[in-house]
């Protein structure tokens, strides 16, 4: 039998692995990937803790994750594209409009 | 006959579904009549149950599913049509069918009738649910639909700002009301654990005692929501702006129906007001006070419609008294015959406006001269049902029966004093109105006529006018009291004064309304009011009280708004520039005078040392993703962190 | 064997997402993830939770892999045009990061350590169904509306003739 903690090792070293993604790719849609990863290790948290306790709750928690996340996906890959044909770019670094623009010497 | 309940509100409810879902494939004119066949098969429906004996047998019920179930909270989709109900469905049913009727040919000239009749049918089928509703959840989703179609149907033209404006107004005005009794219903909730207005009403009694804090709270805020919806102060401002819709809605919604809904309200729930005196002698007091309000400020309008509005505001509060004095079956009837006399008034008055260019001004209207014979009696039938003229008319029966009612109460004379004063201004300025209207109109040869499918509505709701009052006669009349009579078993009997006095009481308010016509002649034949007096232009803008939430309100919450947003500005901008700024000026002044090394340097290096901060500050609004990214995963480390320790 | 199975299957979710760390293709990044969403579809499975299992095969590895595949086609994306092949220069900084993050969160998952048990019960789509359509119906409900939102907002965003 698999104990609780190594489930939730897996699930925390996911979680982590997801975020470097995030945090290290600039392409857009790598950062998307890095979210599915990221919401996958929270599902198998909950999964995991539901099946320790013998519990329905935590399938049901991982359900309602998976339509938050197909929700979140569906209007996020469309506003990629958007911002595809909007602007040309694909990666992060030149999507900077929302910068301070009193960057730089002070006038 | 129960099955079919559901037909009531469920037809204009498909009417409606249909016209917003197929109503592009329809042509305009097929548009107006199939949303008055679904209100004409849902006045079938209301006219069959009462063949089948519904207003003698026990209530009927219908319990179509149940609409949410958690836990042990089941809210259903339920109808009850005790007698209560069927007054209100046959109302609303009624002249809603009548209204719709007369709107085909008013609205024949509008190139958005899908609209028009979308949000009328929906209207119909809101309110109907709404009287129809068997607990408090379903009871607050008709609510909510006549509002939101209220508010469609007051900025229905929305390309004018003043007419969208008007259409936000009573939305937001009336969603303070929504808002208090949508608190009603959920601390009812947490008391009973249950909706159901069967249940809640017949078990208030045994868990509250008369008087308690929590009965007092749970009928004030029920109150709450009675005076925002049926335009009572302090939330009467919507009503009089209202009045930009078109002239079939102003009749339909803001007189007949939606505006009483508050009465109902007041009425279906009257055991949760009787464990409360106090708050039940306040909705007295309000509607006491209102009945002065709209009347003297109708009296001081030029505007046709919102003298119209002002009467309305008035007339519901003669409603409230009587719910407040606990003579509910009476505010009933007052409901049905001002249904009649308002609607025919609105949609005369919109016959009138329609006809002459869309001009409201009365007196320019009375310039214009001719307006048809019928439009004309029939605004003087529903004028004098306003004024409560004696014996002929529907409003002098349901008028002087509140009247009578009110002495009996706690401050009764008071009350009587007050709704006596009402009904001599009431005459006063509904006359006012007719007199300089319709009096220079001569029968002349380009007279215009009424087209067909406006004259049937006048006619009907003219004949109500007239006789709809003889079903109760005044107290002590050698005659019948049907409607008390068929009431008495919903309500507990009203105490009246001795009969002494109810004659006296009968006689005065018999004798006012001729006072108030008179009155109205010599004033117009004088030219008098509307010009002279300094106190008319406070009654014209409604005692102020769109000035005073103005300056109250709207004016500290925009300054408010542009306080947070200048806010922002400064101190996100500003504090960081200006510090650098001015050391910028202070470094300079300090090395084109006195040339010290070391202060130089030490002004230098502040001055860099602030350069270098502003420009880290800066950085981390750079607009880079993964930058926040990283901050956000650097502060949840560090919760983590903080909360590990 | 059941443990093999298991410490396997974590062992390619983990690994897989790894990969994308690494992958310059997009499309490879796109395979790497379907692999390690399969494997946690195994996971789950071995856990006791069939239903998610099924689940996560259809929705995540079906429907959302779609999505990204189809997306990666219309913006015609290759390698050549993806310049972080090589590692970033502050690639240190954030694995740090991430690392900790890691430590912090097994400290905490592990704070309370659970009693083992000994059995695995599995547990099967009827409870599953009962808790969802029970005491989580509302939730259902707000999940819905929440689907008819996305939906909504997706037609508005790639409807034609936008200005």
Redesign the interface.
């Given at each position: 039998m698999i104990p609780l903690t190594h489930s939730l090792i897996i699930a925390a070293l996911l979680f982590s692995l997801g975020l470097l993604i995030i945090l290290l790719r600039r392409e857009l849609l790598f950062i998307l990937m890095g979210l599915e990863v990221m919401f996958n290790g929270a599902a198998l948290t909950a999964v995991a803790a539901g099946q320790y306790w013998n519990n329905a709750d935590g399938q049901v928690l991982t359900i309602f994750l998976m339509v938050v996340t197909a929700a979140e996906l569906a209007v996020a890959l469309i506003l990629v594209w958007l911002a595809y044909e909007h602007f040309k770019v694909t990666q992060i670094d030149m999507l900077t409009q929302l910068k301070d623009d009193t960057r730089g010497e002070p006038p | 006959m129960s099955q079919f309940l559901w037909l009531i509100p469920g037809t204009p409810m498909l009417g409606a579904l249909i016209i917003a879902l197929l109503g592009g494939l329809l042509q305009r004119r097929h548009l107006a009549i199939m949303a008055t066949c679904a209100a004409a098969i849902a006045f079938l429906v209301v006219l069959l149950t009462w063949l089948a004996g519904a207003a003698t047998s026990q209530p009927l019920q219908q319990t179509l599913y149940t609409w949410?179930?958690?836990?042990d909270w089941n809210p259903t989709i339920g109808f009850i049509l005790d007698r209560l109900a069927l007054i209100m469905v046959s109302v609303v049913s009624g002249v809603g069918l009548l209204i719709h009727i007369y709107s085909i040919s008013f609205m024949a000239e509008d190139s958005d009738q899908r609209r028009y009749y979308f949000f009328l049918n929906l209207f119909l089928a809101g309110m109907l649910i709404l009287v129809l509703a068997d607990n408090l959840l379903l009871l607050y989703l008709g609510w909510e639909l006549v509002g939101l179609c209220s508010f469609a149907l007051i900025g229905f033209w929305y390309h004018e700002p003043m007419r969208a404006s008007a259409g936000r107004k009573a939305f937001i005005t009336t969603r303070i009301g929504d808002m208090s009794l949508a608190l009603g219903i959920f601390l009812l909730y947490s008391q009973f654990n249950d909706l159901s207005l069967s249940y809640l009403l017949a078990n208030a009694a045994a868990q509250w005692e008369a008087g308690s804090q929590l009965a007092i709270l749970t009928a004030l805020l029920i109150l709450g929501g009675a005076i925002g919806k049926s335009a009572q102060l302090p939330l009467q401002v919507w009503l009089p702006d209202a009045m930009a819709g078109p002239s079939p809605v102003s009749a339909l919604i803001h007189a007949a129906t939606m505006v009483t809904a508050g009465v109902y309200l007041i009425a279906r729930t009257y055991p949760l007001f009787e464990l409360a005196p106090h708050v039940q002698w306040s909705v007295a007091a309000i509607g006491a006070i209102t009945i002065i309000y709209g009347a003297s400020a109708a009296l001081a309008q030029n505007d046709f419609k919102r003298i119209l509005a002002y009467s309305t505001i008035s007339q519901v509060g003669y409603m409230f008294l009587a719910l407040g004095c606990g003579a509910y079956a009476l505010a009933l009837f007052h409901l049905v015959t001002h249904a009649f006399f308002k609607s025919l008034l609105f949609l005369a008055a919109g016959t009138v406006i329609h006809s002459s260019g869309n001009e409201h001004n009365i007196h320019n209207l009375g310039r214009l001269g001719n307006h048809s014979p019928l439009v004309r009696w029939s605004f003087l039938i529903g004028a004098a049902s306003l004024a409560g003229f004696p014996l002929i008319t529907a409003g002098f029966y349901s008028k002087e029966a509140i009247l009578t009612a009110t002495w009996s109460a706690p401050a009764g004379p008071l009350l009587w004093v007050f709704a006596a004063f009402g009904v001599l201004l009431t005459a006063v300025y509904i006359f006012r109105v007719y007199f300089l209207v319709f009096q220079g109109s001569q029968s002349s040869a380009s007279m215009p006529s009424v087209s067909g499918s406006m004259t049937w509505p006048l006619l009907i709701l003219a004949l109500f006018s007239l006789i709809g009052g003889f079903v109760e006669f005044p107290e002590g009349w050698p005659a019948p009291h049907l409607w008390s009579t068929w009431l008495e078993d919903e309500f507990k009997s009203v105490v009246l004064p001795p009969l002494a006095i109810a004659y006296s009481l009968q006689f005065i308010t018999s004798l006012l309304p001729l006072i108030g016509i008179v009155l109205a002649f010599v004033l117009v034949r004088r030219k008098q009011i509307g010009h002279s007096l300094p106190i008319i232009v406070f009654l014209r803008r409604g005692w102020g009280f769109d000035a005073l939430y103005q300056t109250m309100l709207i004016q500290p919450y925009f300054s408010l708004a542009r306080f947070l947003k200048n806010t922002d500005t400064l101190l996100v901008?500003g504090t960081?520039?200006k510090l650098?700024?001015a050391c910028?000026i202070f470094a300079t002044a300090c090395r084109s005078g006195v040339e010290h090394g070391v202060l130089d340097k030490s002004i230098n290096g502040l001055l860099a040392g602030l350069?270098f901060g502003?420009?880290r500050l800066?950085?981390?609004?750079?607009?880079?993703?993964?930058r926040y990214?990283?901050m956000i995963?650097?502060g949840?480390?560090f919760l983590?962190?903080y909360?590990?320790w | 064997m059941y443990e093999v199975i298991f410490y396997l299957t974590a062992a390619i979710a983990v690994l897989a997402a790894g990969a994308i760390l690494k992958v310059s293709h997009p499309v490879h990044a796109a395979l790497y993830l379907v692999i390690s969403l399969l494997a946690l579809a195994l996971i789950f499975f071995l856990l006791g939770a069939p239903l998610l299992a099924a689940l996560q095969v259809m929705i995540y590895a079906g429907a959302i892999m779609v999505l990204f595949l189809f997306l990666i086609m219309v913006m015609n994306l290759r390698s050549e045009r993806n310049q972080s092949l090589s590692l970033p220069s502050g690639w240190k900084g954030p694995a740090i990061l991430a690392l900790i993050l890691w430590l912090e969160l097994m400290l905490l998952l592990n704070r309370y350590p659970a009693e083992e048990t000994n059995e695995m019960t599995a547990i099967e789509p009827k409870a599953v169904g009962h808790a969802l359509f029970g005491p989580y119906l509302v939730l259902v409900e707000a999940a819905a509306v929440l689907l008819l939102a996305a939906l909504v907002a997706a037609l508005y965003l790639s409807r034609k003739g936008r200005s």
């Amino acid at each position: 039998m698999i104990p609780l903690t190594h489930s939730l090792i897996i699930a925390a070293l996911l979680f982590s692995l997801g975020l470097l993604i995030i945090l290290l790719r600039r392409e857009l849609l790598f950062i998307l990937m890095g979210l599915e990863v990221m919401f996958n290790g929270a599902a198998l948290t909950a999964v995991a803790a539901g099946q320790y306790w013998n519990n329905a709750d935590g399938q049901v928690l991982t359900i309602f994750l998976m339509v938050v996340t197909a929700a979140e996906l569906a209007v996020a890959l469309i506003l990629v594209w958007l911002a595809y044909e909007h602007f040309k770019v694909t990666q992060i670094d030149m999507l900077t409009q929302l910068k301070d623009d009193t960057r730089g010497e002070p006038p | 006959m129960s099955q079919f309940l559901w037909l009531i509100p469920g037809t204009p409810m498909l009417g409606a579904l249909i016209i917003a879902l197929l109503g592009g494939l329809l042509q305009r004119r097929h548009l107006a009549i199939m949303a008055t066949c679904a209100a004409a098969i849902a006045f079938l429906v209301v006219l069959l149950t009462w063949l089948a004996g519904a207003a003698t047998s026990q209530p009927l019920q219908q319990t179509l599913y149940t609409w949410i179930a958690v836990g042990d909270w089941n809210p259903t989709i339920g109808f009850i049509l005790d007698r209560l109900a069927l007054i209100m469905v046959s109302v609303v049913s009624g002249v809603g069918l009548l209204i719709h009727i007369y709107s085909i040919s008013f609205m024949a000239e509008d190139s958005d009738q899908r609209r028009y009749y979308f949000f009328l049918n929906l209207f119909l089928a809101g309110m109907l649910i709404l009287v129809l509703a068997d607990n408090l959840l379903l009871l607050y989703l008709g609510w909510e639909l006549v509002g939101l179609c209220s508010f469609a149907l007051i900025g229905f033209w929305y390309h004018e700002p003043m007419r969208a404006s008007a259409g936000r107004k009573a939305f937001i005005t009336t969603r303070i009301g929504d808002m208090s009794l949508a608190l009603g219903i959920f601390l009812l909730y947490s008391q009973f654990n249950d909706l159901s207005l069967s249940y809640l009403l017949a078990n208030a009694a045994a868990q509250w005692e008369a008087g308690s804090q929590l009965a007092i709270l749970t009928a004030l805020l029920i109150l709450g929501g009675a005076i925002g919806k049926s335009a009572q102060l302090p939330l009467q401002v919507w009503l009089p702006d209202a009045m930009a819709g078109p002239s079939p809605v102003s009749a339909l919604i803001h007189a007949a129906t939606m505006v009483t809904a508050g009465v109902y309200l007041i009425a279906r729930t009257y055991p949760l007001f009787e464990l409360a005196p106090h708050v039940q002698w306040s909705v007295a007091a309000i509607g006491a006070i209102t009945i002065i309000y709209g009347a003297s400020a109708a009296l001081a309008q030029n505007d046709f419609k919102r003298i119209l509005a002002y009467s309305t505001i008035s007339q519901v509060g003669y409603m409230f008294l009587a719910l407040g004095c606990g003579a509910y079956a009476l505010a009933l009837f007052h409901l049905v015959t001002h249904a009649f006399f308002k609607s025919l008034l609105f949609l005369a008055a919109g016959t009138v406006i329609h006809s002459s260019g869309n001009e409201h001004n009365i007196h320019n209207l009375g310039r214009l001269g001719n307006h048809s014979p019928l439009v004309r009696w029939s605004f003087l039938i529903g004028a004098a049902s306003l004024a409560g003229f004696p014996l002929i008319t529907a409003g002098f029966y349901s008028k002087e029966a509140i009247l009578t009612a009110t002495w009996s109460a706690p401050a009764g004379p008071l009350l009587w004093v007050f709704a006596a004063f009402g009904v001599l201004l009431t005459a006063v300025y509904i006359f006012r109105v007719y007199f300089l209207v319709f009096q220079g109109s001569q029968s002349s040869a380009s007279m215009p006529s009424v087209s067909g499918s406006m004259t049937w509505p006048l006619l009907i709701l003219a004949l109500f006018s007239l006789i709809g009052g003889f079903v109760e006669f005044p107290e002590g009349w050698p005659a019948p009291h049907l409607w008390s009579t068929w009431l008495e078993d919903e309500f507990k009997s009203v105490v009246l004064p001795p009969l002494a006095i109810a004659y006296s009481l009968q006689f005065i308010t018999s004798l006012l309304p001729l006072i108030g016509i008179v009155l109205a002649f010599v004033l117009v034949r004088r030219k008098q009011i509307g010009h002279s007096l300094p106190i008319i232009v406070f009654l014209r803008r409604g005692w102020g009280f769109d000035a005073l939430y103005q300056t109250m309100l709207i004016q500290p919450y925009f300054s408010l708004a542009r306080f947070l947003k200048n806010t922002d500005t400064l101190l996100v901008e500003g504090t960081l520039q200006k510090l650098t700024h001015a050391c910028l000026i202070f470094a300079t002044a300090c090395r084109s005078g006195v040339e010290h090394g070391v202060l130089d340097k030490s002004i230098n290096g502040l001055l860099a040392g602030l350069r270098f901060g502003y420009a880290r500050l800066s950085a981390t609004q750079n607009g880079l993703l993964t930058r926040y990214a990283l901050m956000i995963s650097a502060g949840a480390v560090f919760l983590l962190s903080y909360w590990l320790w | 064997m059941y443990e093999v199975i298991f410490y396997l299957t974590a062992a390619i979710a983990v690994l897989a997402a790894g990969a994308i760390l690494k992958v310059s293709h997009p499309v490879h990044a796109a395979l790497y993830l379907v692999i390690s969403l399969l494997a946690l579809a195994l996971i789950f499975f071995l856990l006791g939770a069939p239903l998610l299992a099924a689940l996560q095969v259809m929705i995540y590895a079906g429907a959302i892999m779609v999505l990204f595949l189809f997306l990666i086609m219309v913006m015609n994306l290759r390698s050549e045009r993806n310049q972080s092949l090589s590692l970033p220069s502050g690639w240190k900084g954030p694995a740090i990061l991430a690392l900790i993050l890691w430590l912090e969160l097994m400290l905490l998952l592990n704070r309370y350590p659970a009693e083992e048990t000994n059995e695995m019960t599995a547990i099967e789509p009827k409870a599953v169904g009962h808790a969802l359509f029970g005491p989580y119906l509302v939730l259902v409900e707000a999940a819905a509306v929440l689907l008819l939102a996305a939906l909504v907002a997706a037609l508005y965003l790639s409807r034609k003739g936008r200005s």
